[in-house]
């Protein structure tokens, strides 16, 4: 499986909306609604923040959500907070306990 | 609280070996497959290798099969990955994560998927002469 394909970087101003991205050519992404996003901030561990295309774990505030069209999901974050930025990365299931990550999207709010 | 704490890493030469431990806390570790996922600083997360609850049943990447093996000890809550003939390109943090299962209705009945929904802070693996 190929990694999935996100921006290299995207930024937005505290209270505005960003959104990002994640394809693949036909990946598991455009088959099913298997896609999860996590947020990294500088060296701290992936925290889930999106499964299910659109689900949010408890915890996760609602500014966090997230879509799929064709083969390409997206995750939106509204009222951008400074403490929203980090590096988020999109993963979709294939089978059998396996995974593909995005090479990851450096949010920067300006 | 569910807890996965990993050690075993270190720095070691091009073609040695590794074994890594992730140890568990906090729920019914033999209820869930378990994985390991490295990343390089500034990249992406890989997934590298999972297993089942029972350990009966592992997967690995295409870029480490053969050299890894995963295994799990359900009786001392733990997980493994042997690592054997390291390059340079393994070098990374290695992360243990736990598999959550999500039930969905796939057309004609309901089918299991999985998220890796918790990891651990991870334990890094430097292959440098």
């Known amino acids: 499986q190929s990694a999935l394909t996100q921006p290299r970087s995207v930024s937005g101003s505290p209270g505005q909306s960003v959104t990002i991205s994640c394809s693949g050519p036909?990946?598991?992404?455009?088959?099913?609604?298997?896609v999860s996003w996590f947020q990294q901030h500088p060296g701290k561990v992936p925290q889930l923040i999106i499964f299910?295309?659109?689900k949010r774990p408890s915890g996760v505030p609602d500014r966090f959500s997230g879509s799929k069209s064709a083969n390409t999901a997206s995750l939106t974050i509204s009222g951008l907070r400074a403490e929203d930025e980090a590096d988020y990365y999109c993963?979709?299931?294939?089978?059998?306990?396996?995974?593909?990550f995005g090479g990851g999207t450096k949010l920067t709010v300006l | 609280e569910v807890q996965l704490v990993e050690s075993g890493g270190g720095l070691v030469q091009p073609g040695g070996s590794l074994r890594l431990s992730c140890a568990a806390s906090?729920?019914?570790?033999?209820?869930?497959?378990m994985s390991w996922v490295r990343q390089v600083p500034g990249k992406g997360p890989e997934w590298v290798a999972s297993?089942?609850?029972?350990?009966?049943?592992?997967y690995y990447a295409d870029s480490v099969r053969g050299r890894f093996t995963i295994s799990r000890d359900n009786s001392k809550n733990t997980l493994y990955l042997q690592i054997k003939s390291l390059r340079v390109e393994d070098t990374a943090l290695f992360y243990c994560?736990?598999?959550?299962?999500?039930?969905?209705?796939?057309?004609?009945?309901?089918?299991?998927?999985?998220?890796?929904?918790?990891w651990g802070k991870g334990t890094t693996v430097t292959v440098s002469s």
């Open positions: 994560a736990k598999a959550q299962p999500e039930s969905y209705f796939d057309g004609s009945g309901y089918s299991v998927h999985y998220n890796l929904d918790v």
């Open positions: 299910d295309v659109s």
């Open positions: 297993i089942s609850g029972t350990g009966n049943s592992p």
């Open positions: 906090g729920f019914i570790f033999s209820s869930y497959a």
């Open positions: 036909g990946s598991n992404v455009g088959v099913n609604n298997f």
């Open positions: 993963c979709s299931y294939v089978d059998n306990y396996t995974w593909v």
